[in-house]
């Protein structure tokens, strides 16, 4: 079930132009309360990170309010005298688009859309994006985030998407259960060597293998299927890999059938991008794909149309994105050679769910 309503009834709320449009309310899930007491002992309840418009057009979250701001009301600019937590927990919920400057009065304070959804073409659709909510990091391994432990017998798909470690671009890993289509784990960085990317590709693989190898549920061979993007640095990072020994490296390589010698990773051209846009996208808004990392949410806010595909934003990041859709492209590849696998995904994904226009598909 949906956590966003749509404002079908084209019902209006006041905002600090007068009574405008807004499209939709999205329920942010249950949290705690916090009150927000002005000088005449008005009050709002809110999340501890809601937005308050202050006198002077900024905004602070509801736990960075100092008591002694002023704050914008329908009454006019009024003072902060206290905030304190509450012991109450509720579902809250939040105006998406409000008026054309994504504000409104909420019990006569003036409030920002937690959430702004934005007028660009971004991949996934604008609404759903503020449905997207990230979970907590279960546990770190350096600095690798994870957000659930290995499961016995589960199918997991570990892509890498490198980067010079320079300080420019990010190099990126993501970890999915392919059992229950969710995310595991992720990692980034900018200033890691290629060699050293490879260091944490092995130790993230190892950790899955060993995990599942000592579960004693575990009834075969751990599944893990793995790859690399093998475009612009992709020749070091495979020198890397091959240095390392690709038989040290535990699950199997996914790579491209490119000539009778074959390549290594997957190599992405603008054609076979646009097609794992498209099937991360239908797999996401039809709710068979669960992310988990705040970062790749804010990845996925300014992933947009560039005419001829999709990449980040001016000055913005893609590459959480991108090796979330390598991901989905080692699904479709072990799909595509083993029917059997549908019936070990729990969320029903089919090989027609990974199924785009022919035309787009042709090089995949």
């Given at each position: 079930?949906?956590?966003?309503?749509?404002?079908?009834?084209?019902?209006?709320?006041?905002?600090?132009s007068?009574?405008?449009?807004?499209?939709a309310?999205?329920?942010?899930?249950?949290r705690?309360?916090?009150?927000?007491?002005?000088?005449?002992d008005?009050?709002?309840?809110?999340?501890?990170?809601?937005?308050?418009?202050?006198?002077?057009?900024?905004?602070?979250?509801?736990?960075?309010?100092?008591i002694?701001?002023?704050?914008?009301?329908?009454?006019?600019?009024?003072?902060?005298?206290?905030?304190?937590?509450?012991?109450?927990?509720?579902?809250?919920?939040?105006?998406?688009?409000?008026?054309?400057?994504?504000?409104f009065y909420?019990?006569?304070?003036?409030?920002?859309?937690c959430?702004?959804?934005s007028?660009?073409?971004?991949l996934?659709?604008?609404?759903?994006?503020?449905?997207?909510?990230?979970?907590?990091?279960?546990?770190?391994?350096?600095?690798i985030?994870?957000?659930?432990?290995?499961?016995?017998?589960?199918?997991?798909?570990?892509a890498?998407?490198?980067?010079?470690?320079?300080?420019g671009?990010?190099a990126?890993?993501?970890?999915?259960?392919?059992?229950?289509m969710s995310?595991?784990?992720e990692?980034?960085?900018?200033?890691?060597?290629c060699?050293?990317?490879?260091e944490?590709?092995?130790?993230?693989?190892?950790?899955?293998?060993?995990e599942?190898?000592v579960?004693?549920?575990?009834l075969?061979?751990?599944?893990?299927?793995?790859?690399?993007?093998?475009?612009?640095?992709?020749?070091?990072?495979?020198?890397?890999?091959?240095?390392t020994?690709?038989?040290?490296?535990?699950?199997?390589?996914?790579?491209?059938?490119?000539?009778?010698?074959?390549s290594?990773?997957?190599?992405?051209?603008?054609?076979?991008?646009?097609?794992?846009?498209?099937?991360?996208?239908?797999?996401l808004?039809?709710?068979?794909?669960?992310i988990?990392?705040?970062?790749?949410?804010?990845?996925?806010?300014?992933?947009?149309?560039?005419?001829?595909?999709?990449?980040?934003?001016?000055?913005?990041?893609?590459d959480?994105?991108?090796?979330?859709?390598?991901?989905?492209?080692?699904?479709?590849r072990?799909?595509?050679?083993?029917?059997?696998l549908?019936?070990?995904?729990s969320?029903?994904?089919?090989i027609?769910d990974?199924?785009?226009?022919?035309?787009?598909?042709?090089?995949?």
């Open positions: 079930m949906s956590n966003l309503a749509k404002n079908n009834s084209k019902i209006k709320i006041l905002t600090d007068g009574f405008e449009d807004f499209d309310v999205v329920c942010n899930g249950e705690q309360l916090f009150k927000t007491i002005l000088e005449d008005s009050f709002i309840l809110t999340t501890d990170d809601h937005k308050i418009y202050l006198d002077d057009e900024t905004t602070k979250t509801v736990m960075s309010i100092f002694g701001d002023k704050v914008k009301t329908t009454q006019g600019i009024k003072i902060v005298k206290n905030v304190i937590p509450t012991n109450d927990y509720s579902f809250v919920y939040d105006i998406v688009n409000a008026g054309k400057n994504k504000r909420a019990d006569n304070i003036l409030v920002s859309n959430e702004f959804v007028t660009e073409d971004t996934i659709d604008g609404l759903f994006i503020t449905t997207l909510a990230p979970d907590n990091v279960k546990f770190w391994i350096d600095d985030k994870w957000y659930d432990m290995p499961e016995a017998n589960h199918i997991y798909g570990v890498w998407d490198p980067a010079k470690g320079t300080g671009d990010n990126a890993i993501q970890v999915y259960d392919f059992t229950t995310q595991v784990a990692w980034k960085s900018n200033s890691k060597s060699d050293k990317q490879v944490v590709l092995l130790k993230i693989l190892y950790f899955l293998y060993q599942l190898y579960n004693p549920d575990q075969e061979e751990p599944a893990i299927y793995w790859t690399f993007e093998s475009n612009a640095i992709g020749e070091a990072a495979f020198m890397a890999i091959k240095y020994g690709v038989e040290n490296f535990p699950g199997h390589l996914i790579s491209d059938k490119v000539g009778r010698r074959g290594k990773g997957l190599n992405t051209s603008n054609k076979n991008k646009v097609s794992a846009c498209m099937l991360f996208k239908r797999l808004e039809s709710s068979k794909l669960t988990k990392s705040k970062s790749l949410i804010s990845e996925i806010k300014n992933f947009v149309s560039t005419g001829s595909g999709y990449e980040a934003k001016y000055g913005e990041h893609d959480l994105v991108m090796s979330t859709i390598l991901v989905i492209r080692i699904l479709q072990i799909l595509n050679w083993d029917e059997t549908e019936n070990k995904l969320t029903g994904i089919s027609e990974l199924t785009i226009n022919p035309i787009l598909n042709r090089d995949i």
